[in-house]
């Protein structure tokens, strides 16, 4: 349940309205996690009516302003503004648990191997002291998927990925292949030649 405090500066605020503007922002902010608070503040400017909505939830605040003809209307339009907000909030805290629980999942299950490099190469040949050594070792799920459900994947799994890449057997082509985000923001793709 959310707590509403309403304000009105040159505006009477009315039951009526009042009960609209708690129905709008009930919808709203669905996906977010209680306790919720919000201030609602109705002005009359010049004919304008604006409405300025903040509300408080348990990671962090939302705030949207608007201003029509009609104070219904830009109740609506405010509404509207918090309710995309709100589902961006959810997607961020979304993905950070996942983020989380991936990092321990990966930490707890997924083995660390040190590889001498002399077992690799055979012994330095210029006496490093410090050879490069190989620490991680992951074992990856590959999906048969087309080059463009690969790019969604990976465009998808921006925010959550941990790898900037995308390992995939092509539909087409039955071939493992590797798609990546290059640093110029497009992407890349590895395919074996046959």
Same mark, same amino acid.
């Given at each position: 349940?959310?707590?509403?405090?309403?304000?009105?500066?040159?505006?009477?605020?009315?039951?009526?309205?009042?009960?609209?503007?708690?129905?709008?922002?009930?919808?709203?902010?669905?996906?977010?996690?209680?306790?919720?608070?919000?201030?609602?503040?109705?002005?009359?400017?010049?004919?304008?009516?604006r409405?300025?909505?903040?509300?408080?939830?348990?990671?962090?605040?939302?705030?949207? %302003?608007?201003?029509?003809?009609?104070?219904?209307?830009?109740?609506?339009?405010?509404?509207?503004?918090?309710?995309?907000?709100?589902?961006?909030a959810?997607?961020?805290?979304?993905?950070? %648990?996942? #983020?989380?629980?991936?990092?321990?999942?990966?930490?707890?299950?997924w083995?660390?191997?040190?590889?001498?490099?002399?077992?690799?190469?055979g012994?330095?040949?210029?006496?490093?002291?410090?050879?490069? #050594?190989?620490?991680k070792?992951?074992?990856?799920?590959?999906?048969?998927?087309s080059?463009e459900?690969?790019?969604?994947?990976?465009d998808?799994?921006?925010?959550?990925?941990?790898h900037?890449?995308?390992?995939?057997?092509?539909?087409?082509?039955?071939?493992?292949?590797?798609?990546? %985000? %290059?640093?110029?923001?497009?992407?890349g793709?590895?395919?074996?030649?046959?």
């Amino acid at each position: 349940m959310m707590r509403i405090e309403y304000v009105g500066h040159g505006y009477h605020v009315g039951e009526e309205l009042k009960a609209f503007a708690e129905e709008r922002l009930d919808k709203a902010v669905k996906l977010l996690e209680s306790p919720l608070e919000a201030r609602v503040t109705f002005e009359l400017e010049r004919h304008m009516h604006r409405v300025d909505v903040h509300v408080y939830h348990r990671h962090g605040s939302l705030q949207a %302003r608007d201003e029509t003809g009609d104070m219904r209307e830009a109740v609506i339009l405010t509404a509207d503004k918090i309710a995309a907000q709100a589902k961006r909030a959810r997607k961020r805290h979304t993905a950070r %648990r996942r #983020r989380a629980a991936r990092s321990v999942d990966q930490q707890s299950h997924w083995p660390v191997d040190v590889v001498a490099r002399e077992s690799l190469t055979g012994p330095s040949a210029d006496g490093d002291r410090n050879p490069p #050594r190989i620490i991680k070792s992951s074992l990856l799920r590959i999906k048969p998927m087309s080059i463009e459900d690969a790019a969604l994947e990976l465009d998808s799994e921006i925010e959550t990925a941990e790898h900037g890449f995308v390992v995939f057997r092509d539909s087409t082509t039955e071939r493992v292949s590797v798609l990546y %985000r %290059r640093k110029d923001r497009h992407f890349g793709l590895i395919a074996p030649e046959f």
